[in-house]
Nanobody, 118 residues
Framework: QVQLVESGGGLVQAGGSLRLSCAAS????????WGWYRQAPGKRREKVAT???????YYEPFAEGRFTISRHNGENTLALQMNSLKPEDTAIYYC????????????WGQGTQVTVSS
């Protein structure tokens, strides 16, 4: 059974930092894209940042310069270092692993709550 398990969420004041982690298990992961997504109350889930197995990284504009995504292929882990947090960063943060060609897959974690107080 494939599992993606996030950790590291919590309550932080504006300007503070948090580090999210995601640990994956249950299959071999390769040739894929891992990413962090978030969903705030009443809003659609949105992409935060992604990293391919080859190391190509993408950040949404709101994350650029404040967030850092990192991936450890050998350990099947993903991290998101979040600095200079703002109240608008408050959301549930999800880890995702997807592969667009055969054998395709698309897995999500259960999410971890991040709350930034003003």
């Amino acid at each position: 059974q494939v599992q993606l398990v996030e950790s590291g969420g919590g309550l932080v004041q504006a300007g503070g930092s948090l580090r999210l982690s995601c640990a994956a298990s249950g299959r071999t992961f390769s040739g894929d894209i891992w990413g962090w997504y978030r969903q705030a109350p009443g809003k659609r889930r949105e992409k935060v940042a992604t990293v391919t197995s080859g190391g190509t990284i993408y950040y949404e504009p709101f994350a650029e310069g404040r967030f850092t995504i990192s991936r450890h292929n050998g350990e099947n882990t993903l991290a998101l270092q979040m600095n200079s947090l703002k109240p608008e960063d408050t959301a549930i943060y999800y880890c995702r692993a997807q592969r667009h060609y055969l054998p395709k897959y698309d897995y999500w974690g259960q999410g971890t709550q991040v709350t930034v107080s003003s």
